[in-house]
């Protein structure tokens, strides 16, 4: 399977809030973070920490249960929010 396309820090600071994914456990696009252990209460303390990590703020109309529900939902939102690579 090939790498999934996000950045390392998004997976790195995605593992730290998920309690029942094992270490040897790959992070996939449709991962179900509910599934794995992401409850109401980590998913505000890990939108916190994404936002500080990428520099963005998610606004209020993106905060849904699809938005959390998978990785690849996840990263969708963040790396819409990202400044765009500078043009060369």
Do not use: C, K, Y
Not at 8 to 25: C, I, M, V
Not at 68 to 79: H, K, M, Q, S
């Amino acid at each position: 399977m090939s790498r999934p396309q996000w950045a390392d820090p998004f997976e790195q600071t995605l593992r730290g809030f998920l309690p029942l994914l094992a270490d040897d456990q790959q992070v996939t696009p449709t991962l179900n973070l509910a599934d794995h252990g992401l409850d109401s209460l980590a998913t505000v303390s890990l939108l916190l920490q994404l936002e500080e990590t990428f520099a963005v703020t998610i606004p209020d109309h993106l905060l849904s249960e699809d938005t959390f529900a998978t990785p690849a939902g996840l990263w969708e939102v963040i790396a819409g929010l990202r400044d765009p690579e500078p043009a060369t």
